[in-house]
């Protein structure tokens, strides 16, 4: 017997959702979410109809107004009702204003599960609920958030105040005891930036040894006129709980660095949500969720959070507007359903979340012109990548997008059993014109923009068209010679393109430059003193310079959960791990690891771990689930559960 809170499906996500898109705060202004958000329904009512065969006794639990109805007659919420022998139906009606209506229905018989109705007036579908709230004592409009705190910090006098080194970037609440006086405090996520009592993105007066300062992204704090090293200042760090599965020792000691602050940039950017960053947005990104999927995949393999952010980008079924205004963001959500299938092959979900799929889908669909190609509307956002592109008309990458969009919802309905031809048709249509339109057979790549007339090249469109395998290996050769490996193109310096980079060259067997860009690259900023992964990072810029973004000296996030690819690179390409059926069902080993001399590792999959240990030239391999297959210099060999394989 399972119980659980429940609510009105996806209603949970979005309410919180809503209330994560506004905490963005910037120099003592709150500012919520540029785009339209969604809240939960208010008025709910949760129906089920049981078929007794003796008398029994359920409550129905709630923190919100309501009451319940047994065939019509009327009971109190938090009441024992007694049901007789008999078909009864059971309606509860729960209602708030504010507040997330939800319920738990407590009895031997009568009690709350996945298998009630849960009705807004208008639809009638499947009870939402989660595993975080399964307690009668538990409250879905509370997150059951853990606390830590953090001590451990330098003290330094400095410009005529103290000047506070957590040592690392952490995401926490602050309180201060032992002063004589009232304070300032200037936040940073580098020394340059609270140090700038003026300019830093956070910074709060008036402070007592009773205040208590909400959560925040720091690693300094600078106290301007003030020098006594005896105050105390607590730092808790507010969380919730994710069990990171994975493990990597190697004998390169950046290459160990680089994956412990990959994991702590993810880390510290998942919590209820994939959030962009800690310090500036602190909201829901479309395209930041959909790289955080391949990185929880080979981190923490949590199944929840993925889907809790799938929802909340979605919002009810009507679509008001773009996924974050941004039409790019979108496609990537309609492509991360089927991503997460692949990962965990939970139908159920694919079940529950296809209504809002394919509403998505018909809206991205009404804005594509006659040859198939979607185009940017007012109010639109193409944004691709800051990278400088043509974007005169419609433009290749984001028919790349489109396409790739097209072949998620095929296959998700193909999963549920459902008709896809008209999807398939549109495919198909689109795939020829991309072809006849945007491929430069001279230049031997896909341009920007046929529609401007100056065949523009940038990486983009290129390596989507590579990862997404809609081209043969004779353009994809072309491509690696004429783009990615042609220093003229314009390079690449957000990580948020950098990994759909260096996905596409693995993917054609360019292991070796991968690893180095892991080194120079995502290297060069830890040589720096990074102790998270930068949002942006271009390693020709001082290091003044290097917080600078958006016009603003500290717009720059210095904790962006798009920065922590390598985690994915490594366990995809270098590992070689991926699902060969959806959930692991059965699953590929196919490792590249000439780059180390020793290593241990760990990586999660559905259900189990792969672990690794190189020592001496030789790789064993172990596995507690079956379905595995290694393979070997081509030679494909079955990796048994529970037994070691050395190669």
């Known amino acids: 017997m399972k119980k659980y809170w429940i609510w009105y499906p996806g209603d949970f996500e ?80 729960v209602f708030s204003s504010n507040q997330l209506p939800t319920v738990y229905i407590d009895g031997s018989v009568i009690y709350s599960d996945g298998n009630w109705l849960a009705n807004n007036y208008v639809n009638k579908r499947q009870v939402g609920y989660n595993k975080l709230f399964k307690k009668i004592t538990d409250d879905p409009n509370k997150i059951p958030y853990e606390r830590v705190t953090l001590n451990s910090q330098t003290f330094t006098v400095k410009n005529n105040g103290l000047l506070v080194d957590f040592g690392k970037e952490i995401n926490a609440e602050l309180s201060f005891s032992k002063l004589a006086h009232k304070i300032t405090v200037c936040y940073g996520e580098s020394e340059t930036e609270a140090l700038d009592t003026v300019k830093c993105y956070y910074k709060q007066s008036n402070i007592s040894n009773q205040t208590k300062l909400p959560k925040r992204a720091f690693r300094y704090l600078f106290i301007p006129e003030f020098t006594d090293r005896n105050i105390s200042i607590t730092a808790t760090n507010v969380f919730l709980p994710m069990k990171n599965v994975s493990q990597f020792i190697s004998d390169n000691k950046l290459m160990n660095d680089i994956w412990n602050i990959s994991i702590r940039t993810f880390k510290l950017c998942s919590d209820l949500f994939y959030i962009d960053g800690i310090k500036r947005d602190r909201w829901i990104w479309g395209g930041d969720a959909y790289q955080d999927n391949f990185i929880n995949q080979y981190s923490f393999f949590d199944e929840d959070i993925d889907k809790r952010t799938i929802i909340a980008l979605r919002g009810h079924d009507q679509v008001q507007q773009h996924i974050n205004t941004i039409v790019d963001y979108s496609l990537l959500w309609i492509i991360s359903i089927y991503n997460h299938y692949e990962m965990t092959a939970d139908k159920e979900f694919i079940q529950t979340i296809m209504p809002r799929m394919e509403i998505m889908m018909d809206f991205l669909l009404k804005q594509t012109n006659e040859l ?46 459902e008709d896809a031809e008209s999807y398939v048709q549109q ?185 690794f240990n190189l020592k001496d030239a030789k790789l064993t391999i172990w596995t507690n689930k079956t379905g595995g297959t290694v393979i070997n210099n081509g030679i494909k060999i079955s990796l048994n559960k529970n037994e070691e394989l050395t190669i």
């Open 427 to 611: 495919f198909e249509k689109l795939k020829q014109n991309i072809l006849r339109y945007f491929w430069n057979e001279e230049k031997g790549a896909f341009i920007d923009s046929y529609e401007s007339g100056k065949n523009n090249i940038t990486r983009h469109a290129n390596i989507l068209a590579i990862l997404f395998d809609f081209i043969g290996n004779k353009k994809k050769q072309q491509i690696l010679s004429n783009v990615l490996l042609n220093n003229d193109v314009t390079q690449i310096t957000t990580p948020y393109f950098k990994f759909f980079e260096q996905d596409a060259l693995c993917k054609l067997g360019q292991l070796p430059q991968v690893y180095r860009t892991i080194e120079e690259y995502w290297g060069s900023m830890i040589r720096k003193g990074a102790t998270t992964i930068w949002e942006e990072y271009n390693p020709n810029l001082s290091d003044d310079q290097q917080y600078a973004m958006y016009g603003d000296p500290f717009g720059k996030s210095l904790c962006h959960a798009w920065g922590a690819s390598p985690v994915y690179l490594l366990g995809r390409y270098f590992f070689g791990l991926r699902p060969t059926k959806p959930g692991y069902k059965t699953f590929e080993i196919n490792p590249h690891l000439e780059k180390f001399k020793e290593l241990e590792c760990t990586l999660p999959i559905k259900d189990g771990v792969v672990k």
């Open 372 to 417: 198939g190609f979607i185009y940017g509307r007012d109010g639109d956002w193409i944004f691709i990548d800051w990278s400088e592109m043509d974007k005169e008309g419609t433009i290749a990458a984001e028919q790349m997008f489109l396409l790739q969009s097209l072949k998620a919802i095929i296959a998700c309905k193909k999963i549920l059993g």
């Open 14 to 93: 979005i309410h919180q959702g809503m209330l994560q898109n506004f905490t963005r705060e910037e120099r003592g202004m709150a500012w919520p979410a540029y785009w339209y958000v969604d809240d939960c329904y208010k008025n709910i009512k949760f129906e089920r109809v049981y078929n007794l065969t003796e008398s029994t006794l359920f409550k129905v639990i709630t923190h919100q107004k309501g009451y319940i109805t047994v065939d019509g007659n009327k009971f109190r919420v938090n009441e024992d009702i007694k049901v007789d022998v008999g078909e009864h139906e059971i309606v509860v009606y």
